[in-house]
C-alpha cells in the first residue's frame, strides 16, 4: 500500500481522491499514513481530497490533501502541504507570518455534506481547482 508521501503533483493537479487507514499510533507523522486507490466511497470511510491553497494577499498557490471521514459535517479534517518536494502535516510548525488561504477541493463528494451550508459548495469548489491547479 502506498503512503499520503507518496502522492506526486500530477496525482493531485488529476483530481484524485483516495481512502486512507488511520493508524493505531498516532504518534506516527501523518504523511506517513496508508492510502489506497478507489473508486467509490461510503459515508464512514476516510477520504484524503486534493486540494489547492490559495494566498489571500500572495495569490501563491499550494498543493495540500485533506483527511476526513467522508459523511462528518462537523469536523473539516487535517490538511498536509506540499513544500519542496515532501509532504508535511500542516500546522504543526508555529509560523507567525502564516497568510491566509482560500481551499478548493478537486472532487468533493456528493455524499460529503460538509460542502453544503445555505448552498451546495461543490461547485464552486471544482470549478476554482480546475481554474488554478495548472499553477501549481
Not at 498516532?26 to 481530497?49: A, G, K, T
Not at 486540494?51 to 499550494?62: A, F, M, P, W
Request: aromatic share 14%; net charge negative.
Amino acid at each position: 500500500m502506498r503512503k499520503i508521501k507518496d502522492i506526486t503533483l500530477e496525482e493531485i493537479k488529476s483530481g484524485k481522491n483516495w481512502k486512507y487507514y488511520p493508524p493505531i499510533d498516532f504518534s506516527i507523522p501523518m504523511e506517513e499514513w496508508e492510502i489506497e486507490d478507489v473508486d467509490s466511497f461510503e459515508e464512514s470511510d476516510h477520504i484524503v481530497y486534493s486540494v489547492i491553497l490559495v494566498g489571500r494577499d500572495s495569490n501563491k498557490i499550494e498543493a495540500a490533501v485533506c483527511l476526513k471521514v467522508v459523511g462528518d459535517y462537523d469536523y473539516g479534517g487535517d490538511f498536509c502541504i506540499y513544500e519542496n518536494g515532501e509532504w508535511y502535516q500542516a500546522g504543526l510548525k508555529l509560523d507567525p507570518n502564516a497568510e491566509l488561504v482560500d481551499e478548493y477541493f478537486a472532487n468533493p463528494l456528493e455524499q460529503d455534506n460538509s460542502f453544503y451550508a445555505d448552498w451546495d459548495y461543490r461547485g464552486d469548489h471544482r470549478e476554482n481547482f480546475k481554474r488554478l491547479s495548472s499553477n501549481l
